[in-house]
Nanobody, 124 residues
Framework: QVHLVESGGGLVQAGGSLRLSCGAAGRTFSNYVMGWFRQAPGKDREFVAAITRDGISTNYADSAKGRFTISRDNAKNTVYLQMNSLKPEDTAVYYC?????????????????WGQGTQVTVSS
């Protein structure tokens, strides 16, 4: 089991940046593929980014490529999402998740553990 808690959300102007953090409780953090998803009101949960257990490889949604960067620090049991050049369309609740699949890291159903979410609001 792993317990995930997101932080770092807030209000930011368009073009600004935020760094989200997701802390994990447990001794086996490095065993998990980690992902970030987001969900805006009235919309389905959407894949944003994922990172392999060793942090070497990453996967991004098209909407995130070139603007967002996922990283992890296994020594700190933490995964990050650096978000630059934010747009109003990025406004959503952002969730971190832990799972076992890299091949299907874009699929929410492949993740077994989820954080509570953190709100990101981007103003025009």
């Amino acid at each position: 089991q792993v317990h995930l808690v997101e932080s770092g959300g807030g209000l930011v102007q368009a073009g600004g940046s935020l760094r989200l953090s997701c802390g994990a409780a447990g001794r086996t953090f490095s065993n998990y593929v980690m992902g970030w998803f987001r969900q805006a009101p009235g919309k389905d949960r959407e894949f944003v980014a994922a990172i392999t257990r060793d942090g070497i490889s990453t996967n991004y949604a098209d909407s995130a490529k070139g603007r967002f960067t996922i990283s992890r620090d296994n020594a700190k049991n933490t995964v990050y999402l650096q978000m630059n050049s934010l747009k109003p369309e990025d406004t959503a609740v952002y969730y971190c998740a832990a799972g076992a699949s890299w091949t299907f890291s874009f699929a929410s159903h492949e993740y077994n553990h989820w954080g509570q979410g953190t709100q990101v609001t981007v103003s025009s």
